[in-house]
């Protein structure tokens, strides 16, 4: 399974952007997906995660409101739809895949990661 996210890029704070992350192979419709951001000098840190079925998500206190995670199986994507930007957003955005097809917070849970994407926020 090959995972490529895009659609970072530099924006204002209280602008928006829409990352994607498109895979490869059969397996999508059955993986949960996460988002998870690292940012210089800091441990990646779960964002939003997204069930198989898309009927379950999770956010991290910080985006809740102002993140939306959504996937399209019939395009084989995930979404994370950001609004309200902030500076401490900034980070490089990473999309993982979890086999089992959990929507789960876990790190180690993930089975393939995609390449990241550049978010900067100005102020």
């Known amino acids: 399974v090959q995972l490529q996210a895009s659609g970072g890029g530099l924006v204002q704070a209280g602008g928006s952007l829409r990352l994607s992350c498109a895979t490869s192979?059969?397996?999508?419709?059955?993986?949960?997906m996460g988002w998870f951001r690292q940012a210089p000098g800091k441990e990646r840190e779960f964002v939003a995660a997204?069930?198989?079925?898309?009927?379950?998500?999770d956010y991290v206190d910080s985006v809740k409101g102002r993140f939306t995670i959504s996937r399209d199986n019939a395009r084989n994507t995930v979404y994370l739809q950001m609004n309200s930007l902030k500076p401490e957003d900034t980070a490089v955005y990473y999309c993982?895949?979890?086999?089992?097809?959990?929507?789960?917070?876990?790190?180690?849970?993930?089975?393939?990661w995609g390449q990241g994407t550049q978010v900067t926020v100005s102020s």
């Open positions: 997204i069930s198989r079925s898309g009927g379950s998500t």
């Open positions: 192979g059969r397996t999508f419709s059955r993986s949960g």
């Open positions: 993982a895949a979890d086999a089992d097809g959990r929507a789960t917070r876990l790190y180690r849970s993930y089975d393939f």
